[in-house]
C-alpha cells in the first residue's frame, strides 16, 4: 500500500519554508525544472510527422516521443509560438520543431527535414481535381454595393432587434431577485384576495337559493351578463304574451246574466264586480228583521 502521509523534518518551519519542496530546495516538477530559470521546461513530445534526421540521415517515424525542451520563442497575435528541442535517438544530433499557429500545423526549423507526404491523385493512378467553377471575374462595384446594402438592411431590421429582444429578457431575468419576489408576492396576495371574495359572494348566493354546495357557478363576466339579459327579456316577453292570451277571457259575459256586459278592462271588471258585492252585502242586511227586545230583556 502506498503511503500518502509526508514527513516534516524537526528543523521545519512553516512560516519560514512555506512547503516541503522550498525546505529541501527543489521545485514541485523536479528534474523537469532543472532549465526553468532559462525559461525551459523539459515536457514529453511526439512527432507529428516522420523526418529525417540531419545528423545521421536516418528515418525517425511519425509518434515517436522525446524529452524536449519547451521553450517559448514568439507570439501569433495572443497565441504563443512554442519551440521543441530533441536529440535523436540514433545519434548526438539535435533537431528543433516549432508550432505555426497560423497554419495550425508543426514546422520543422533545423537539424531535421519533414517528409513530403502530399497525395497526388495523378501519380497513383487518379484524376486531377479540377476547379469546376473557375475563375472568378472582374468585381462588379454596383453588385459588391447591392450586396453592402443587403447586409446593412438585415443587420438594422433583424439582427439589431433581436439583440434588443434578447438583451431585455436577460435584463428581466437579471434584475434584483428581492423586487421580482415582491411583486410576485404582491400580485398573489391581490389575485387571493379576489379569489376568497368570489366565494364568499358564491356561498352566500347558494345559501340564499338552497343551491348544493358542490355546484360550480360561472365567473360574472361581459358575456354572461349580456346572455342572462337576454334569457331574461325572453322570459319576460314570453310571460306577457301568455298574461295577453289569458285577459279577453276576463270580459267573457256570464252565462247567467239575462244580458250582456260592456267589455271592460281587468281593473275596470274588479272595480264593478267589488261595488255590486258590497251593494248586496247592504241590501240584505236592510232587509233582515231586527231581534225581538222582550226576549233580549228575558
Known amino acids: 500500500m502506498q503511503g500518502f502521509n509526508k514527513y516534516y523534518p524537526p528543523d521545519y518551519d512553516p512560516d519560514k519554508h512555506q512547503s516541503l519542496n522550498a525546505y529541501r530546495g527543489k521545485h514541485a516538477l523536479g528534474d523537469r525544472a ?62 528543433e520543431i516549432q508550432t ?20 497526388n491523385p495523378e501519380e497513383n493512378g487518379g484524376f486531377a481535381i479540377h476547379d ?25 431590421k433583424v439582427q439589431i432587434p433581436r439583440i434588443e429582444a434578447l438583451q431585455g429578457v436577460s435584463d428581466r431575468y437579471n434584475n434584483d431577485p428581492y423586487a421580482l419576489s415582491s411583486m410576485v408576492r404582491k400580485r398573489f396576495r391581490a389575485e387571493k384576495k379576489i379569489e376568497a371574495q368570489k366565494r364568499a359572494d358564491d356561498d352566500m348566493l347558494k345559501d340564499k337559493y338552497g343551491l348544493p354546495e358542490e355546484l360550480k357557478l360561472i365567473e360574472d363576466d361581459a358575456e354572461v351578463k349580456h346572455q342572462a339579459r337576454d334569457e331574461w327579456a325572453k322570459a319576460r316577453m314570453k310571460y306577457e304574451a301568455e298574461r295577453n292570451s289569458k285577459r279577453p277571457r276576463l270580459s267573457i259575459p ?21 261595488l255590486d258585492n258590497t251593494r248586496r252585502s247592504s241590501t240584505l242586511a236592510s232587509k233582515r228583521k231586527p231581534p ?5 230583556l228575558k
Open 34 to 95: 532543472r532549465k526553468l530559470d532559462k525559461g525551459i521546461l523539459i515536457t514529453r513530445f511526439e512527432l507529428p510527422f516522420n523526418i529525417w534526421c540531419g545528423t545521421c540521415n536516418n528515418h525517425i517515424g511519425m509518434g515517436v516521443r522525446y524529452n524536449a525542451e519547451k521553450k517559448k520563442v514568439g507570439a501569433y497575435y495572443s497565441t504563443p509560438i512554442y519551440s521543441f528541442r530533441c536529440k535523436c535517438h540514433l545519434c548526438d544530433g539535435w533537431f
Open 132 to 156: 469546376t467553377e473557375g475563375k472568378a471575374g472582374p468585381a462588379d462595384p454596383l453588385a459588391a454595393l447591392e450586396k453592402t446594402t443587403e447586409a446593412q438592411n438585415h443587420v438594422t
Open 100 to 119: 505555426d499557429p497560423k497554419n495550425t500545423r508543426y514546422v520543422v526549423v533545423s537539424g531535421a527535414r519533414q517528409k513530403d507526404e502530399d497525395w
Open 292 to 296: 225581538d227586545r222582550r226576549v233580549l
Open 254 to 274: 256570464s252565462s247567467f246574466g239575462s244580458r250582456s256586459r260592456p267589455t271592460l278592462d281587468p281593473v275596470s271588471s274588479l272595480r264593478a264586480r267589488i
